[in-house]
């Protein structure tokens, strides 16, 4: 009751539950609170990265896992949302990824680098992978002692960020443990089941950015022209394409390539973001496929070639990985796509 003699509305209208914490039994695995208060995270971040910390140091982070936990039931969620979840912990810190050279200074896969707390430094991570250092050594720590915030914690946001209403119940089931890298080479990466292989045959396969079977598949959607019809350009944008000339030509090139090919674009925005590959038709991976392309410096003149090859045809630009050295491309060079010489002299 307060002074007054009016209740309180925690006393009025609300069921006030005290908590009573049993004992730990078990693995269990400790989770800083600040974490679990975080007031700009979903509620899908929060619960992924307390899933990552409580695997073992050798775990690997794999797509299908994420998919599995944040899925209900034995649905697996899209893996737009995964990618999306995975994003958001890079952006606050919790996680920094690292790309891989492999030989010939080529792209090699990922390494994600998980940190209880936020990392005041992703570049020296990045540095320290590079580098042949252990980046979990470099932290940097400016935490305090647990339980000795003495103020009144953020509530968490749990409303759905699309629907704008309260989440619904939602229970995560995982009862399959991740798979270790020998059982994951013999499954069909298609198979979600806990037989772990599926009565199909699969149809599509990995890819990996920037090899040979990537480049194959992007030329090959670019080659079947534009995927939808340009947007209306801005005035600016608009009027040099009346203009004409040189200039005008280059304006419409450049938003052709910005407007028209989005599955190009999410490709190219995977790769060189998250490292990720994508799913490429079986009947691609030609036995020739490699004797069909050789290694390419970015920062030698084919390479070039290859961009001036691009921009003449209104493709978006080949990307460029941040950390290789170097990218697949045919052996034929650009007089594959067909494009004059004197074409790509004349927008070069």
């Known amino acids: 009751m307060l002074s007054n003699g009016v209740e309180s509305v925690s006393e009025a209208g609300e069921r006030v539950g005290r908590i009573r914490k049993g004992r730990f039994g078990g693995a269990w695995t400790s989770v800083p609170n600040r974490l679990i208060n975080h007031p700009e995270m979903s509620i899908e971040a929060r619960g992924l990265m307390i899933y990552l910390l409580s695997r073992p140091e050798d775990w690997e982070l794999r797509t299908a896992d994420v998919r599995r936990f944040l899925g209900t039931g034995n649905k697996p969620c899209g893996?737009?949302?995964?990618?999306?979840?995975?994003?958001?912990?890079?952006?606050?810190?919790?996680?920094?990824?690292?790309?891989?050279?492999?030989?010939?200074?080529?792209?090699?896969?990922?390494?994600?680098?998980?940190?209880?707390?936020?990392h005041p430094d992703p570049e020296e991570v990045k540095r320290r992978h590079r580098c042949g250092e252990d980046p979990l050594e470099y932290f940097p720590s400016t935490s305090r002692p647990e339980n000795q915030h003495t103020g009144v914690l953020p509530r968490p946001d749990f409303r759905d960020?699309?629907?704008?209403?309260?989440?619904?119940?939602?229970?995560?089931?995982?009862k399959n443990s991740p798979l270790t890298p020998q059982q994951r080479q013999r499954r069909v990466r298609r198979g979600f089941g806990d037989e772990g292989r599926s009565l199909l045959q699969p149809t599509n396969q990995i890819a990996e950015p920037w090899s040979q079977a990537w480049t194959e598949y992007r030329l090959r959607l670019l080659s079947h022209?534009?995927?939808?019809?340009?947007?209306?350009?801005?005035?600016?944008?608009?009027?040099?394409?009346?203009?004409?000339?040189?200039?005008?030509?280059?304006?419409?090139?450049?938003?052709?390539?910005?407007?028209?090919?989005?599955?190009?674009?999410?490709?190219?925005?995977?790769?060189?973001?998250?490292?990720?590959?994508?799913?490429?038709?079986?009947?691609?991976?030609?036995?020739?496929?490699?004797?069909?392309?050789?290694?390419v410096s970015v920062d030698s003149a084919e390479f070039d070639e290859w961009q001036d090859a691009h921009r003449a045809r209104g493709w978006p630009l080949f990307p460029k990985p941040s950390v290789a050295r170097n990218v697949w491309l045919p052996v034929t060079g650009v007089a594959a796509l067909g494009v004059p010489n004197e074409q790509r002299r004349k927008i070069a």
């Open 225 to 295: 022209g534009m995927e939808k019809a340009p947007c209306a350009p801005t005035k600016l944008i608009q009027a040099l394409i009346e203009k004409g000339g040189e200039a005008g030509e280059r304006a419409r090139r450049d938003h052709q390539a910005k407007n028209c090919y989005p599955k190009v674009k999410m490709m190219d925005d995977r790769a060189q973001n998250d490292g990720v590959g994508v799913l490429v038709p079986l009947d691609l991976m030609l036995p020739d496929l490699d004797a069909r392309y050789h290694s």
């Open 161 to 174: 960020a699309e629907k704008g209403d309260a989440t619904k119940e939602r229970y995560i089931i995982n």
């Open 79 to 118: 893996r737009n949302k995964a990618y999306e979840i995975i994003a958001e912990l890079k952006a606050q810190r919790y996680i920094v990824m690292c790309e891989n050279v492999g030989d010939g200074q080529h792209f090699a896969g990922v390494s994600y680098y998980v940190f209880p707390e936020p």
